[in-house]
């Protein structure tokens, strides 16, 4: 069974440019998570999805960040414009129903993100 | 304020040897607690869960216990191993927001 899929593996892009990151859950896995980890530090949660519904973006910096699940499945993270301080490894995450509470989360490997 | 701590410094053991991680946390009603492990440039790998009303928890050469008079979890890896060594990662759910929230980790360096 193929794991959670996320592309691009490394990003550089300099302070203003916009950048996006991609995200397949492994299927069948209704609960989709973006996570930002800065470096000696545990991963932040940034939203949560339950299906195509976004059920928790509190720590979503709206000004320039967004997030879509189209049809539920894929799931797009964007940065317009990004700044130095975004420089970190962004996690995509999914499991079978993250409303349980104690779901397993399942971790891609990470998109790290240089802002020079 | 809320804080979840683990070691900050590196913990340097023999193989064989017992390897005991700690994770303390303040102003948390956690309903479950995880463990996971994460490897350099991997995200992290589920290890155990333990809810509030067990005591203990055990998978292969993994226990976890959970204390929550004295809010603190101890993570051990019995017989460790070279491959053992990455960064243990505990994380909290809470009742409040139904999200996990991350210590940030304690690594694990086992030498043969």
């Known amino acids: 069974e193929a794991g959670v899929v996320q592309s691009p593996r490394y990003k550089i892009i300099e302070k203003k440019q916009p950048v996006a990151f991609w995200c397949n859950p492994i299927?069948?896995?209704?609960?989709l998570y973006w996570y930002l980890q800065n470096l000696g530090q545990g991963p932040e949660l940034l939203i949560r999805?339950?299906?195509?519904?976004?059920?928790?973006d509190s720590q979503l910096p709206k000004d320039r960040f967004s997030a879509e699940r189209l049809k539920g499945v894929d799931s797009t993270l964007k940065i317009q414009p990004a700044e130095l301080g975004d420089s970190a490894v962004y996690l995509c995450a999914s499991s079978l129903d993250g409303r349980q509470g104690d779901d397993e989360q399942y971790f891609g490997p990470g998109t790290r993100l240089t802002v020079t | 304020s809320q804080k979840i701590e683990q070691n900050s410094e590196a913990l340097n053991i023999q193989e064989g040897k017992t390897a005991t991680l700690t994770c303390n946390y303040t102003?948390?009603?956690?309903?479950?607690l995880q463990w996971y492990r994460q490897d350099p440039g991997r995200g992290p790998v589920f290890l155990l869960l333990i809810r509030e009303n067990e005591k203990e928890k055990r998978k292969e050469r993994l226990k976890v216990t959970f204390d929550t008079t004295l809010k603190q979890s101890l993570f051990h890896i019995t017989a460790s191993q070279p491959a053992d060594s990455a960064t243990y990662l505990c994380a909290l759910l809470t009742y409040y927001g139904n999200k996990l929230v991350f210590g940030a980790g304690t690594i694990l360096r086992v030498k043969s």
């Open positions: 102003n948390y009603s956690p309903a479950y």
């Open positions: 299927s069948g896995h209704n609960t």
């Open positions: 999805y339950e299906n195509e519904e976004a059920v928790d």
